[in-house]
């Protein structure tokens, strides 16, 4: 085994989007004791990591990714006597628990904004990034035409200066200036303040936009509307590199943590090395999107369904599996807090227990560290959006608005495709049991409630004899099973029948070999895989799997498992 073991590189992740996991003071919100509450639970799944989303003093314009103090807890969600006695119990249990470390942008109303915006001189004003607008044709645009992630132009005009604030996400969250070593400074305490509290390491939030062109030039792209979708102006430039090694050297490596930085869609696996190579990286692995949409959904119309391309789908899981494997480590997760749920968007959602297993072992048997997100071991669906008043996101609405849908024929359908995509999917509320409020809280909750949480729900799930929870729970105990560790943590990857439409098969090499192969649709498939001999089933999601690899039909989403040789 070439690579050294670690923690991290064998612990089993779970993401928690707080606000929606479980409230225990009942005010309708989720909370840290929530958290604790549920721990049992967690390690009961097989789960040694949580990744916690924000909890840090907001004024919740983007659900706490708008920070307006780093040093303290939003009121709604406890207090930090409350995170140290989280932090304690999950140690007791041997689960360690990292943050959502904001460090772009934070809250306008953070006391640095506060201060930033008073003059331009004022201490804090090189804290962020302002630059004047320009004048064309007689009339005032922003300084540059690139957009916002969130909708419109990425800069905001401030009156009291005349001035404007570069802000790539919400007009609430203002970029933060990196080029301060004031800012970097700042960032660093910051880290190092949660880490004296106990907190095993980071997620570090939208880490690839640190650094922007230096020269507030146009962009050139050729698109539709006024500002231009142009990422690469603040994405993964080299300058976030050197930020990120003063990080390393100055915080990061006194402790013993993980890293982990959301590089998002742009980035390609050569970039993901720049950030977590096993030499010089400066973090211990990288998210990255290119998994995630592997259908049609961005093209659909109103009378289509979403159907999967497996065929990308593992050209995607090739890219990155064998683009980073002996290089570096890499998390392994079908969806996070901005996506749709996967049983919406690879599975079905009249097949859930079927096809939510099938991706699971399609997944968590490659090679990575697993992050399962909150309510995908129930099979949670995406919410039937009616309205925009169903909706919460920041991003959605902006886009709504911003394009005057309101008044608009296609009202509807933009809606119901809004809908099919909306970060909201992900973030309604856990379904705990078939209560009124499915057992998150005693009373309404903040956001949405799955229709079907009556039949699909943890305390069910614990029940059933089959379920997606407990098929999940097999595959991280078989993770961790001594036999295997070798094979399914650090073995290397191998796909199959690349060019299948229907098949996804793969083998794990370690001291071991084990093969998985999924039937991705609603059919019964036929392969044959030659090369290999089967020496056991190891988990399967139907009764009496086929033992032979040849002339091997598949039932609807039928996923088995094999030791092989
Ligand atoms: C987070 C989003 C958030 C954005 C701004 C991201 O990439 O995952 O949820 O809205 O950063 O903080």
Redesign the pocket.
């Known amino acids: 085994m070439f690579y050294k073991p670690t923690w991290w590189k064998e612990a089993v992740g779970y993401q928690i989007y707080l606000k929606s996991f479980k409230d225990s003071n009942n005010d309708g919100i989720g909370d840290l004791n929530g958290i604790r509450e549920k721990l049992p639970y967690l390690k009961d799944l097989g789960i040694t990591l949580i990744w916690i989303?924000p909890f840090y003093k907001s004024p919740m314009d983007?659900?706490g990714?708008?920070v307006a103090d780093f040093f303290d807890i939003d009121p709604s969600f406890g207090t930090l006597d409350d995170m140290k006695l989280l932090i304690k119990d999950a140690h007791k249990l041997g689960i360690r628990i990292i943050a959502d470390f904001?460090m772009?942008?934070t809250s306008d109303e953070h006391a640095w904004f506060i201060e930033s915006r008073k003059s331009k001189d004022n201490p804090y004003r090189d804290y962020y990034i302002w630059a004047d607008g320009k004048i064309v044709d007689g009339v005032e645009t922003p300084p540059t035409n690139w957009a916002s992630?969130?909708g419109g132009s990425c800069w905001k005009k401030d009156i009291l200066t005349n001035q404007y604030y570069m802000k790539i996400?919400s007009n609430k969250?203002p970029d933060l200036n990196y080029k301060n070593p004031k800012v970097r400074h700042e960032m660093m305490n910051v880290a190092t303040f949660w880490l004296d509290l106990g907190i095993d390491g980071f997620r570090i939030?939208?880490v690839a936009h640190l650094g922007r062109k230096d020269e507030l030039i146009d962009s050139t792209m050729d698109t539709l509307g006024k500002y231009k979708p142009d990422w690469r102006m603040f994405s993964n430039l080299p300058v976030i590199f050197d930020y990120l090694r003063e990080f390393k050297e100055n915080v990061f490596d006194k402790y013993d943590i993980v890293t982990i930085g959301?590089v998002?869609g742009g980035a390609t696996p050569e970039e993901a090395l720049r950030y977590s190579n096993l030499e010089a990286g400066s973090l211990n692995m990288v998210f990255n999107f290119d998994h995630c949409w592997s259908n049609n959904v961005w093209d659909l119309n109103k009378k289509e369904q979403v159907v999967v391309d497996l065929v990308n789908l593992k050209k995607n899981f090739r890219k990155w599996q064998y683009g980073l494997y002996g290089k570096a480590w890499t998390p392994i997760y079908w969806l996070?807090?901005?996506h749709p749920r996967l049983i919406s968007q690879y599975g079905d959602p009249n097949n859930i227990y079927l096809s939510g297993s099938m991706l699971g072992s399609s997944l968590y048997f490659m090679w990575g560290t697993p992050f399962v997100y909150q309510g995908e071991e129930i099979g949670m669906t995406n919410y039937p959006f009616r309205t925009i008043d169903d909706f919460n996101d920041v991003?959605d609405k902006n886009n709504y608005y911003l394009n005057d849908i309101e008044n608009s024929p296609n009202k509807d359908e933009y809606i119901y495709l809004m809908g099919i995509k909306s970060?909201d999917n992900a973030r309604t509320i856990m379904s705990w049991d078939s209560s009124k409020y499915a057992g998150f809280s005693n009373v309404k909750p903040w956001f949405n409630i799955l229709p079907n949480h009556k039949e699909y729900n943890v305390k069910k799930a614990l029940e059933d004899e089959k379920s997606i929870y407990k098929h999940y729970r097999e595959i991280f105990k078989l993770r961790a099973n001594p036999k295997y560790k070798d094979t399914l943590i650090y073995g290397s990857y191998k796909q199959l029948l690349p060019r299948h439409k229907d098949v996804y098969a793969y083998v794990r090499i370690g001291n071991k070999k084990i093969l998985t192969v999924s039937n991705f649709f609603n059919k019964d498939v036929n392969v044959s895989i030659r090369g290999y001999k089967v020496k056991k089933v190891l988990l399967s999601n139907y009764d009496n799997p086929n033992k032979a690899l040849t002339n091997l039909t598949l039932r609807p989403y039928e996923t088995i498992t094999y030791l092989v040789e």
């Open positions: 989303c983007d659900n990714y708008d904001v772009n942008h992630f969130f996400f969250m939030d939208a959301e998002g996070n807090h901005d991003q970060r």
